[in-house]
């Protein structure tokens, strides 16, 4: 998958007022946007998916990783609303709203990435699953967006499902992370200095892959509770991902 656009926003802590975002995808935001290509709604548990009814955690459990291709720059929107139904109203179709449900002007501070590009993989056995999800990425039932509705993505969200060197050879036959790490995407690589310096960093689920090779060695781990258990009660688990950089020597100068 690829998630580019000028305005990008994966929040997994987010409280009250301030309205934060990780540095790269989160797992949640990303089956959030398989979830709307595929038309799943969020109330349902399950969702026919290849042939077969397919609970949430079909999605949630396959091991992802994230290829950042360019960092974005963390920015800040001072956000207002008025007129905004607070949490505990109860809401009466066809029924004006009733005194004291809407609350004044809400102040908020939304942090947002702008001009990122990442590639995303997800790893599977199951190639009609797979291959479900392509399609629905290719044709998707509701518009795409990188986080928030508001931010659109600038190229396709699906990623062309060829190997570099141009032959028939598909993508999804490989292992994911050989995959993300030698796939080139045209729509980043115009621009001669990105060209020469593809690789920033990785992040990918801990313990699948506990060593890397294509020059690139783990440095850190970090903690997401962004694994979607029910995006209805908006209920989320934790995950543990290594964080992966270029090697000293392969790095560019």
């Known amino acids: 998958m690829r998630l580019a656009g000028p305005m990008q926003s994966w929040g997994v802590s987010s409280r009250f007022s301030i309205r934060e975002t990780l540095t790269e995808p989160s797992k949640s935001g990303v089956v959030g946007l398989l979830c709307a290509a ?5 109330a349902a548990p399950t969702h026919p ?3 077969s009814e397919r609970p949430l955690a079909t999605l949630a459990n396959l091991p992802m990783a994230v290829r950042v291709l360019r960092e974005g720059t963390i920015r800040r929107d001072y956000h207002t609303a008025q007129n905004v139904l607070r949490a505990k109203a109860k809401l009466r179709p066809g029924k004006p709203t009733a005194a004291g449900d809407l609350q004044g002007t809400v102040l908020s501070e939304r942090f947002y990435l702008s001009d990122a590009h990442f590639l995303v993989g997800l790893e599977s056995d199951d190639l009609p699953f797979l291959e479900a999800l392509d399609a629905a990425l290719a044709a998707p039932f509701w518009p795409l967006s990188l986080g928030r509705k508001a931010f659109a993505p600038t190229a396709p ?3 062309a499902n060829t190997l570099p060197d141009l032959t028939t050879t ?3 036959a490989l292992p994911m992370m050989e995959a993300l790490l030698t796939a080139i995407d045209p729509f980043f690589m115009s621009r001669r200095r990105e060209t020469e310096n593809p690789m920033l960093r990785l992040v990918a689920d801990s313990g699948v892959y506990p060593a ?4 690139y060695v783990g440095t850190s781990r970090a903690q997401r509770t962004d694994v979607p258990l029910s995006f209805a009660s908006r209920q989320f688990a934790p995950r543990e991902v290594t964080i992966f ?3 000293l020597n392969d790095a560019p100068i």
């Open 38 to 42: 595929l038309g799943w709604d969020r």
């Open 212 to 215: 890397l090779a294509l020059g």
């Open 170 to 172: 598909s993508i999804a």
């Open 245 to 247: 950089t270029p090697k």
């Open 49 to 51: 998916i290849a042939g």
């Open 157 to 159: 969200v699906r990623f």
